[in-house]
């Protein structure tokens, strides 16, 4: 290799290595950073021995069930937009190290049974469930986002987390309930952009896929001397007037078929009088703290008692 080669050689990795090193900085700056995945699975793992009630589902369970209000010890496994794929696959991967484990609350939303978080528009959280859950979708893309947390977090929200600090969580607690105090302003026109996001995101091929999810995980549990109560927790009315009833049949048929089927017990709280006060909710379809304490009180009340086998 001739002078000017060597040359050209030597300012291309002087020029690269400084954007190497950024990368790997950001990179291991990005994986040490705290999410809610991450502090629910240590925290569910300091308790697997412990734990014996078990609420599972999305973010109407991650906002609205505080376990410490349980007479039992309780967990909240339910996260932002968690489908029933994800419900199964966590219960499926922890079941055997939770001796203690007596119920489960599941949640059951307006739109869960036609609702897979894989072809939704937060489909960049299945790469979080594989990343540090360990699970993976069946139809999950192993694209640059399973590898590298810089292409999974975006290089905008990167800089953001390297500049101003990442967020720290201090809202989700060692029981895996996230506490929300304020929120948006509950409005009928609000409500009936909710559901209709909702709505959007049911997909009729779907239903086939959560129901054999949630007969794998029914019999499991049944199995195991598991009770559960499929629950659907309050929404304001400025949302649940909106509901298309065709749906809401159609998902307790279903809902009914399978507690028929294994054993479990439905309760309905989506439109339950105790939960009219606006001050109870953070927006249309969500409960806030003062309202997680009033529901969580109810369930362990009412619920438990029914599916807590001993």
């Known amino acids: 290799m001739d002078h000017e080669g060597r ?7 002087l020029f ?11 990179e291991s700056f990005l994986r040490n950073i705290p999410s809610t995945y991450g502090i629910k699975k240590s925290a569910l793992e300091r308790q697997l021995k412990d734990i014996e009630v078990l ?10 069930v505080d376990p410490a209000l349980f007479s039992r010890k309780g967990f909240n496994l339910a996260d932002q937009s968690q489908s029933f794929f994800y419900d199964n696959a966590l219960v499926k991967k922890y079941a055997k190290e939770m001796p203690q484990l ?11 049974l036609g609702y897979e978080l894989h072809d939704s528009p937060e489909v960049w959280r299945d790469y979080f469930y594989y990343n540090i859950w360990g699970v993976r979708h069946p139809e999950l893309t192993l694209d640059s986002r399973a590898y590298s947390y ?25 029981t895996g309930w996230y506490r929300v105090d304020v929120g948006s302003p509950v409005t009928t026109v609000r409500g009936k952009e909710r559901v209709a996001y909702h709505s959007g995101l049911i997909r009729e091929e779907n239903y086939a896929k959560n129901m054999e999810y949630l007969r794998e995980m029914l019999s499991m549990l049944k199995g195991r001397g598991v009770g559960v109560g499929i629950v659907s927790p309050p ?19 279903l809902f009914g078929g399978l507690c028929q089927a294994y054993g479990c017990l439905r309760f309905d709280y989506s439109r339950d009088g105790r939960f009219t006060a606006l001050e109870l909710f953070r927006d249309n379809d969500h409960l806030n703290a003062l309202g997680a304490e009033k529901f969580s009180t109810i369930l362990d009340k009412e619920v438990l008692p029914k599916i807590c086998h001993e």
């Open 7 to 13: 040359t050209f050689l030597l300012r291309s990795a």
């Open 102 to 112: 007596r119920c489960v609350l599941l949640d059951a939303s307006y739109f869960s």
């Open 235 to 253: 929404t304001n009315e400025a949302y649940y007037q909106f509901l298309d009833p065709s749906v809401e049949r159609k998902n307790e048929a």
């Open 55 to 64: 609420a599972l589902g999305a973010s109407h369970t991650f906002f609205g």
């Open 150 to 174: 810089l292409m999974l977090y975006t290089s905008q929200s990167a800089l953001g987390y390297l500049l101003h600090g990442a967020p720290s969580w201090s809202e989700l607690d060692e």
């Open 16 to 26: 690269l290595l400084p954007l190497l090193l950024l990368f790997v900085y950001t």
